[in-house]
């Protein structure tokens, strides 16, 4: 069966540092997605993605935070300078369509870790 | 706002005993609801999932949900337990946006089971 990916599995970084978690979605999903879950916390809906634009963002995704899909397989969410706050477990996922009858598919994450 | 609860933080169940975990939904109209399983180390997998018509649904690795609207519920249920049922349990509601949706999950059930 079709997976998300998600590399690297786990990210140490720098306080300050620019960080990319990499995903690629299942090859013919159109609509993407970050959540995140800081640990003991519940998981909590970054951003989601459809034609090369954001589709909608939570407050959590500041202007610290960008995502992107540089080529035709991946989609990347990318925090310019990273701050203690943001250690957390992130999430891709994709759906194939925008239709809430279309589940949303979950990669295994990244633990982001920062110093 | 809408959202799901899931009241119990830790739930511990001997293997082959049943199981139930709870959610409660608050949300205006018919909510679309999803049960996802995270094992440790692992995404996010979709158990269930319920949009309409009947209100008993079935899901992977033999559990099952039930929707009443008189109680706001949606509670997942096994007849018995097996020991890689271990797992944190994350009820979540479809919240809609213009083009997609985004998911509102709850704080999460952690199951351990006993031999």
């Known amino acids: 069966e079709p997976e998300v990916t998600q590399t690297p599995s786990h990210q140490v970084t720098q306080m300050g540092q620019e960080v990319i978690l990499r995903c690629v979605p299942i090859?013919?999903?159109?609509?993407f997605y970050w959540y995140r879950q800081i640990l003991g916390q519940k998981v909590e809906f970054l951003v989601s993605?459809?034609?090369?634009?954001?589709?909608?963002k939570s407050e959590i995704f500041d202007d610290q935070f960008s995502v992107e899909r540089p080529d035709g397989s991946n989609f990347t969410l990318k925090i310019r300078s990273t701050k203690l706050e943001d250690s957390a477990m992130y999430f891709c996922?994709?759906?194939?369509?925008?239709?809430?009858?279309?589940?949303?598919?979950f990669g295994d994450g990244t633990r982001l870790s920062i110093l | 706002a809408q959202s799901v609860t899931q009241p119990d933080i830790h739930i511990t169940v001997s293997e082959g005993a049943s199981l139930e975990l709870r959610c409660n939904y608050s949300?205006?109209?018919?909510?679309?609801l999803f049960w996802y399983v995270q094992s440790p180390g692992q995404g996010l997998q979709l158990l269930l999932k319920?949009?309409?018509?009947?209100?008993l649904v079935q899901g992977i690795k033999g559990f099952e949900a039930e929707f009443k609207r008189s109680q706001s519920s949606f509670n997942l249920r096994k007849p018995s337990v097996h020991w890689s049922d271990a797992a944190e349990y994350f009820c979540?509601?479809?919240?809609?946006?213009?083009?997609?949706?985004?998911?509102?999950f709850g704080a999460g059930t952690t199951v351990t089971v006993r031999a």
């Open positions: 996922a994709s759906s194939e369509m925008g239709g809430s009858n279309q589940p949303q598919h």
């Open positions: 090859s013919n999903h159109l609509y």
């Open positions: 993605f459809y034609n090369n634009e954001i589709s909608e």
């Open positions: 949300y205006g109209a018919t909510p679309y």
């Open positions: 319920y949009f309409s018509g009947d209100t």
């Open positions: 979540a509601v479809v919240l809609f946006g213009a083009n997609d949706y985004k998911l509102s």
